[in-house]
């Protein structure tokens, strides 16, 4: 009796991604690093896997991330390794292993990265449990210019995609650590002498991150945050001058936003500036991109003490936005521009003809019609393709030296050219 094998299948929460939907996705990247390449941003690349420890003493051993999301386990050698759940602890670790704070020539670093993270969560449209961000940090810059930078750099990326009008900034201070303290302890009196009225979780953060309470989905514990103390009359001079300025700096630059007190995030370094870019467009997984200043961290890790902000967006959030507004420009998805049909024995022209093409525009799209068939088979496959334009090269044709052109999407009439002058067809 054959025994039927189980069907192979992608983790749960880790797609596939297909070919119809890569050229969105090279879109979205494409356009994003060329907006942050435009202020001087260059790019990091760094593992997949990290070792466990770094996680734990960037994030917070009590933030969700570290508590139950991370993909952690042992490898071989016994050493717990984690694949990444975010960028920001990775980027500190590679600057600093390569001293890239400290040379006199590269006191500061504008860095960008891209690629796949890893969090262990309930899958559910824009949130996955391998996702991509694409995220920036910039290094050894104290003042609020950068992190207004930061967020106009945003802003233009919005308006370079078309998603301006959807998205809504909304900014925080979080303080210095001191500042931070003393207000955690006036909200954990206010909320301790109320706790039998908040939610489940938002009792268990009390004692491990109270400031998460804050952004609660609750509605009864939102309500009840009605009458709490306010982060902001808790902060330090330095963080209320750093914040004022920035809202200065965003004003002078017509970035609107909003503040929000209650906006807290969800990883222990964060301190002075946070904020959030959020879309309604989305239902509840409405944050695209999120950060903030974490001038701790370097030290934290080990390193000399440097400034550092940054923040990191969710490309799968951005891709369902852009596709709900119907942003993306229509021709991105078309795989081919031209389609040579060849009948007979003419495959060495029609290879050196789309070879002419390809060298002439780089950004052409050209296949040959590989595997035969007769002129109607061949031209069912072209327009299947996509292609704006067949050329039509059968034995008379190539005897001529010449070449058949027949449009595809217009009502243009056929014609034939000299295969010499091939380049000079306008598509
Ligand atoms: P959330 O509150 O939605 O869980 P977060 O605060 O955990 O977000 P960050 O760690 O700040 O998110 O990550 C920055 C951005 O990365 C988020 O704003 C979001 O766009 C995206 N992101 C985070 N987690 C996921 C996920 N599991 N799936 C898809 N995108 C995600
Ligand atoms: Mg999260």
Redesign the pocket.
């Known amino acids: 009796m054959s025994q039927q094998l189980k069907k192979l299948q992608a983790v749960k929460g880790m797609n596939d991604l297909l070919p119809e939907e890569s050229p969105y996705w090279q879109y979205l990247e494409a356009q994003i690093a060329e907006t942050v390449q435009g202020y001087g941003y260059q790019e990091i690349r760094f593992p997949i896997l990290e070792a466990t420890e770094l996680f734990k003493r960037s994030i917070g051993e009590v933030t969700d991330i570290v508590e139950k999301e991370m993909y952690t386990f042992d490898d071989r050698n016994g050493d717990s390794l984690t694949l990444r759940p975010?960028g920001t602890a990775s980027c500190v670790r590679a600057c600093e292993e390569h001293q890239m704070l400290y040379n006199r020539a590269t006191l500061t670093q504008k860095l960008w990265y891209t690629g796949p993270m890893f969090?262990y969560?309930k899958p559910q449209k824009?949130?996955?449990r391998q996702?991509h961000?694409f995220g920036v940090e910039a290094y050894g810059y104290l003042g609020p210019d950068v992190d207004a930078e930061l967020l106009m750099m945003t802003a233009r990326l919005w308006r370079v995609l078309g998603i301006d009008q959807a998205v809504t900034l909304q900014i925080n201070s979080l303080g210095s650590n001191e500042s931070r303290r003393a207000y955690r302890d006036a909200l954990v009196a206010y909320l301790e002498a109320r706790k039998d009225q908040l939610d489940e979780d938002s009792q268990r953060r009390l004692t491990t991150n109270p400031l998460r309470i804050l952004d609660s989905k609750s509605a009864k514990t939102q309500s009840l945050l009605d009458g709490a103390p306010d982060l902001a009359d808790y902060l330090d001079e330095e963080s209320r001058q750093h914040f004022a300025q920035l809202q200065e700096l965003l004003k002078g630059a017509g970035v609107d936003f909003t503040v929000n007190t209650r906006l807290v995030?969800?990883?222990d370094y964060y301190g002075k500036t946070v904020f959030e870019w959020v879309t309604d467009r989305l239902g509840a997984?409405g944050?695209?991109?999120?950060g903030g200043r974490y001038d701790k961290l370097v030290e934290q890790l080990g390193g000399k003490p440097t400034p550092a902000v940054g923040f990191?967006?969710?490309l799968?959030?951005l891709i369902l936005l852009l596709q709900e507004l119907n942003a993306f420009p229509e021709e991105i998805s078309r795989a081919t521009d031209v389609y040579v049909v060849a009948v007979g024995e003419v495959m060495p022209q029609a290879f050196a003809l789309a070879e002419v093409l390809r060298a002439n525009s780089p950004y052409l799209r050209v296949q040959v019609n590989c595997g035969g068939g007769n002129f109607k088979t061949q031209l069912k496959k072209a327009d299947r393709s996509g292609a704006e334009i067949a050329l039509i090269l059968g034995e008379t044709e190539a005897a001529a030296g010449e070449v058949g052109v027949k449009y595809l999407r217009t009502e243009d009439p056929q014609t034939t050219i000299k295969q010499e002058d091939v380049s000079t067809l306008i598509f």
Request: with cysteine; net charge positive; aromatic share 4%.
């Open positions: 975010e969090r969560e824009g949130r996955l996702f961000q995030r969800g990883l997984q944050t695209v991109c999120a990191a967006m969710g799968e959030r």
